[in-house]
Every structure is written in structure tokens, then in C-alpha cells.
């Protein structure tokens, strides 16, 4: 169990990364920045590897309507950055501020990324349920 555990958590590190830096480097194009520079900090790998504590919660869900499952995901996500994010601004080391957007909850959530959120918990359902005898 515990070997299955950190196999998920390593899993779910590596996506989140790998989201992130795509993410970021396309967002270079709205500068016109055509080296597609994608960033992420090593503080997002335990953030993203902790949504592999949600394995019975995406199992749990999965026979629900995809639109309301992947809002559930986002709104946790959102809880999750939360958060996070307001844990790791005690020490001065967050790496994120969304201040400067108009759609932003304390500068730590940017609710104009519900549609990242919601495509990112669907990913990351398919990730840890990938095998399951469930149906979607």
C-alpha cells in the first residue's frame, strides 16, 4: 500500500509539473515570447504529489456527470492552492501571487483558472483511477 502510495504521489508530482511548465510556456505567447519559457518552483511537486490523498475521493466520484465531478475538482483544487499558498506566504516563499489579477481571492487563487482546474481534476481522476473497476 505504501509503495502503491508514493508510485501515485511521484505520479501526480510529475503531471503537475509537467502541466505547469506547458502551461507557463504557452503563456509566453501572449508576450510574444517565442522561446516558451515554462517555469515552476520545487515547492509545487509535494503540493501537486498531495492529490494522490484524493484516490478514494476520485474513485468515490468517477460514476457522477463529468461536469459536476471536475467542478468538485476545481473547487478543491482551489481550496488545495488556497491553502498552500497561504501556508507557504507565512515563510515568504510562495511561488505564485495572482495580486495583480482582477479574479484573485487574496492573492492566492485566481478563480479565472476554474477551466484549468476543472480540466486538471479530470486529469488527474483519470491518472489515479486509470485500472479501476469503476465505470466513467
Excluded at 510556456?25 to 518552483?41: E, N, W
Excluded at 509545487?44 to 468538485?72: E, N
Excluded at 486538471?120 to 483511477?129: C, H, P, Q, S, V
Aim: charged share 20%; with cysteine; hydrophobic share 45%.
Amino acid at each position: 500500500m505504501m509503495k502503491t502510495f508514493a508510485k501515485n504521489f511521484f505520479k501526480c508530482g510529475l503531471l503537475g509539473w509537467s502541466l505547469e511548465i506547458l502551461f507557463t510556456a504557452l503563456g509566453s505567447l501572449q508576450k510574444r515570447d517565442m522561446r516558451l519559457m515554462g517555469i515552476t518552483s520545487l515547492w509545487m511537486f509535494p503540493i501537486y504529489g498531495s492529490l494522490s490523498l484524493l484516490t478514494p475521493i476520485f474513485r468515490a466520484l468517477k460514476k457522477l456527470p463529468l461536469f459536476f465531478r471536475g467542478s468538485l475538482y476545481a473547487l478543491g483544487i482551489f481550496t488545495g492552492e488556497y491553502l498552500s499558498g497561504s501556508l507557504l506566504d507565512r515563510q515568504k516563499i510562495c511561488p505564485w501571487d495572482y495580486g495583480q489579477c482582477r479574479w484573485h481571492i487574496k492573492g492566492r487563487v485566481r478563480l479565472d483558472y476554474f477551466p484549468n482546474w476543472f480540466i486538471a481534476g479530470i486529469l488527474y481522476e483519470r491518472l489515479l483511477t486509470k485500472g479501476s473497476h469503476t465505470r466513467s
